[in-house]
């Protein structure tokens, strides 16, 4: 027969158990055949630690149910004894036979809590405090499209992820966005961080962090073969959604501009508009006159340049000039191939307008 007392303790620490999912449990286990003593001369050890993902009790048996990704511990609630030893740690003593007892304790640690401003446009942003999976929901780029019909997102790579807590966010200018001070986190937080993520009310998380995604993934051999965080976010952008024209040179990448297989320089791309059409700085030290046949640029042409990069200074003032048609150009992109230029313009102080002869790359596969 359980006491009245132990009801009532079970019942609390039940309801507290609901709020502890996502919270990192530590179990130390003694199986004694004395409930008095539990010297190590005559009682076995044992112990564990998981991320619980769910709790839950079960009739049949009368058990608690402690269930993490891959563990499942259960405790009878026909308990002797249940001693609450802080706010977060248990003692729990169980009888099976005369000569059978088992004390477990139960330690649930919460995930660190963060400091950081989320930000609204272009407003000051609101300080605000949360478990690294929230602020993460609160960043709208922390996890990549794996499918974008689908809404399907991948948890990056532990190395992707590092390089993004480290930077401190970003306001995102008109964009939403949040920063925080750097910092970067471990292997084990890592995975309790995927623990968290992978077992979360997606839809009931979205009320609260509107920028949620509603469904997550996460790619262990890409995360193992690729574990430069930039070659890991050309990877996975090659292999879930492939390449098109507005990602030919990918995030902060200078590609490299050929004269006749001659390298002139590296390209700072400034700005790009559709149909393959990029503004940037040729970085050289030398004149753009003295590496290739230049002409004055025709109206025309220059009206049209006008036109894709309309908020642009340099066009206003500024000598332009075009390369003779038959002049052969080629820059190298991010996915490692030689692309033909198509038209080339270029400004007496180093600046460029070009387009490129894009061909498109597939996805390696849908999910």
Not at 134 to 146: R, S
Request: with cysteine; aromatic share 14%; net charge negative.
């Amino acid at each position: 027969m359980i006491s009245e007392e132990i009801k009532d303790k079970t019942t609390t620490f039940a309801q507290k158990c609901e709020k502890w999912k996502g919270y990192t449990l530590k179990i130390h286990s003694a199986l004694s055949s004395n409930k008095d003593n539990f010297n190590r001369h005559f009682t076995t050890f044992t112990s564990m630690e998981f991320v619980m993902t769910n709790f839950a009790t079960r009739f049949s048996g009368s058990r608690m149910m402690f269930m993490g990704d891959k563990q499942t511990y259960e405790i009878s609630i026909a308990l002797i004894e249940l001693n609450e030893t802080n706010p977060l740690e248990f003692e729990f003593l169980e009888k099976y036979s005369e000569t059978v007892y088992r004390k477990s304790t139960l330690t649930f640690i919460p995930m660190r809590i963060y400091k950081y401003k989320r930000c609204w446009s272009m407003e000051e942003g609101e300080a605000v405090e949360g478990e690294l999976y929230q602020l993460l929901f609160d960043y709208p780029y922390a996890f990549p499209y794996a499918n974008q019909e689908t809404n399907i997102h991948t948890i990056p790579s532990i190395e992707a992820l590092n390089q993004l807590l480290k930077s401190g966010g970003s306001h995102c200018g008109m964009s939403p966005g949040c920063t925080w001070p750097p910092f970067e986190i471990d292997q084990t937080t890592y995975q309790e961080l995927i623990d968290t993520l992978l077992h979360l009310d997606l839809k009931t998380i979205k009320e609260e962090h509107y920028y949620a995604p509603p469904k997550l993934i996460v790619d262990y051999d890409l995360n193992a073969q690729y574990t430069d965080p930039d070659i890991w976010k050309k990877q996975h952008r090659l292999k879930y959604l492939g390449v098109h024209d507005m990602i030919e040179f990918f995030e902060d990448d200078e590609p490299t501009l050929y004269f006749n297989d001659k390298a002139l320089g590296q390209i700072e791309i400034l700005g790009m508009a559709s149909g393959s059409r990029y503004f940037g700085l040729l970085k050289t030290e030398s004149s753009i006159s003295t590496l290739a046949l230049l002409s004055p640029i025709k109206p025309q042409n220059l009206e049209k340049i006008k036109h894709w990069f309309s908020h642009k200074e340099h066009f206003k003032q500024k000598k332009w000039f075009q390369t003779d048609s038959d002049t052969q150009f080629e820059v190298t992109d991010s996915w490692d191939r030689q692309t033909k230029v198509l038209e080339l313009f270029f400004c007496e102080n180093n600046y460029l307008v070009f387009q490129t002869d894009f061909k498109e790359i597939k996805p390696q596969i849908t999910i």
